[in-house]
């Protein structure tokens, strides 16, 4: 038997406008992942059902999704040199995790595939966003080694930008927004998986 409810995903992107850099090595800027992990309990599927939406916080219920992931890039890019004042990449994952004891231990079965396809879906939109990121970096990098081409980095982080946000809307069109995993088109490379990595369980068994 499959849970009942269809539960969605989404991801939000907070742009942070850049005015114009540092030499530091390739994926040396600051990274940083953040957990908001809501609980959720019961006995049958009807009471983790319930639980899901009494247990997530008003912001999430309101989208109509069980988990979000919201990614932020900050940057400071001077526009004549292109000196990297400042350049960081941090992702916040809203999750749920299910909290069942012994007695309830059937519900694995039943929610497991579920919530680790969901906590996979959102460790994707990491990596292919993180993936774009650093290929803005490596723009802006090259703008502060070769100063006459600045302005052409500069674009090129702008496209970038926009590819960010495209990017994540076709994974989520392509999966529907992780109801179908194995649909996408996209390619991850796997260095960023790894950082991207959900350090958390999604079913506890207490």
Known sequence: MKPKKIHKIALVCSLLPYVANSD????SYPFSKHYEIYIVKGRNLEQVDASFEQAMPSWLY??????????????????????IHRFSFEVTY????LVINEESKQLKQEYESYLNELYRH???????????VDKMYDAARYGLNNPKKCA?????????????LEVNKQFDRETNHGEFPNLSSLLVTPQYFDKCKIERQPIKIQ
């Open 24 to 27: 530091v090595v390739k994926h």
């Open 62 to 83: 309101s989208t109509g999704f069980d988990a979000y992931t919201k990614y932020q890039y900050n940057f400071k890019i001077d526009e004549d040199t292109c000196y």
């Open 94 to 97: 809203t999750l749920p995790q």
């Open 122 to 132: 959102e460790e994707i939109h990491c990596a292919i966003s993180m993936e774009i």
């Open 152 to 164: 052409l980095s500069l674009k090129q982080i702008r496209i970038f930008e926009n590819t960010l």
